[in-house]
C-alpha cells in the first residue's frame, strides 16, 4: 500500500467557492503529480512539480493552481469553482521522472469533487 | 499521435473464468508500458512494468505479454476471483521528452460474477 493521502475524499460544494484539495505522501518523493480522471476517461495531467518550489502545467489545461512548499505536501486549490469543474482527482508521486526507466507512479486515492 | 487504445471498453466473467484484455499503441519512441488496476474509488496500482525487449511478465494470476513489433500488449487474468473486479488501464511512456510522458488508455472494465 503506497504511502499517499488525499483530503477530502468527497466534496459537494456549490458554484464560486475556494476550494483546496489536499495531497501529501511519506516516502519522500520529489516528483508529485495532479491528474483529473472522468468517468470511462483516461487520466490527464493537470499539474506536476519536479521538487519544492517547482510547478508546472500539464496537458490539459486547467483553472486550478498548486503549490510545493514542502516535498511531502502538494495541494491543488481552485479560487472559484464551477459545475465543469466536477470530477475525480487523482495525486501520485514518483521517486525519480515516472515513465522513465522503472519510476513507478504511487498514486493517492483520490477526491470526488462535485460543484453544483 | 500518440495514443494509446483498450478494448474490450468493458467485460463480464464468471468467477474462475479466465480473461484477456488488450492494449495498442502507437506511441514512439516507446519507453515503456504498464498495466494498473483501478478499484473502484481508489487510485491505480501498478501490476506489471514491460520494457522493449521483454515478451512476457508475470505477476501471481496476471501474465502480460508485449509485442513491440505490432505495438500490442495483453493482459491475462487466470481463475479471474470477485476482487477482480476493477478497471484495468494501460500506460504507455515515451523516451521524447525530458519528463518521460505518460499516455493513459481509457481503461477495461472488469466484472467478476459469482
Known amino acids: 500500500e503506497a504511502d499517499i493521502y488525499q483530503t477530502p475524499r468527497y466534496l459537494v460544494i456549490g458554484t464560486g467557492k475556494k476550494i483546496t484539495l489536499e495531497c501529501s505522501q511519506t516516502m519522500g518523493h520529489d516528483k508529485m503529480y495532479w491528474y483529473q480522471q472522468d468517468p470511462g476517461m483516461e487520466l490527464h495531467l493537470i499539474h506536476y512539480?519536479?521538487?519544492?518550489?517547482?510547478?508546472e502545467k500539464g496537458d490539459l489545461s486547467s483553472e486550478s493552481t498548486v503549490s510545493r512548499i514542502r516535498t511531502e505536501h502538494f495541494p491543488l486549490t481552485l479560487e472559484s469553482a464551477r459545475p465543469s469543474h466536477t470530477s475525480q482527482y487523482l495525486c501520485a508521486s514518483s521517486e525519480g521522472l515516472a515513465g522513465t526507466d522503472y519510476n513507478e507512479q504511487f498514486f493517492g486515492p483520490g477526491t470526488r469533487l462535485t460543484v453544483l | 499521435k500518440n495514443q494509446v487504445e483498450q478494448s474490450p471498453q468493458s467485460l463480464i466473467i464468471l468467477e474462475g473464468k479466465n480473461c484477456t484484455l488488450q492494449?495498442?499503441?502507437?506511441?514512439?519512441?516507446?519507453?515503456?508500458l504498464r498495466w494498473y488496476k483501478q478499484d473502484t474509488g481508489r487510485g491505480p496500482v501498478s501490476l506489471t512494468i514491460?520494457?522493449?525487449?521483454?515478451n512476457t511478465k508475470s505477476n501471481g494470476r496476471y501474465t502480460a505479454t508485449l509485442d513491440a513489433d505490432t505495438k500490442q500488449s495483453s493482459l491475462h487474468i487466470t481463475a479471474s476471483q470477485l476482487s477482480d473486479s476493477a478497471s484495468y488501464i494501460c500506460v504507455v511512456s515515451d523516451r521524447g521528452s525530458t519528463l518521460g510522458r505518460l499516455y493513459f488508455g481509457r481503461g477495461t472494465q472488469l466484472t467478476v460474477w459469482p
Open positions: 492494449c495498442n499503441y502507437t506511441v514512439s519512441p516507446f519507453s515503456n
Open positions: 514491460m520494457t522493449f525487449s521483454e
Open positions: 512539480s519536479y521538487g519544492v518550489n517547482s510547478t
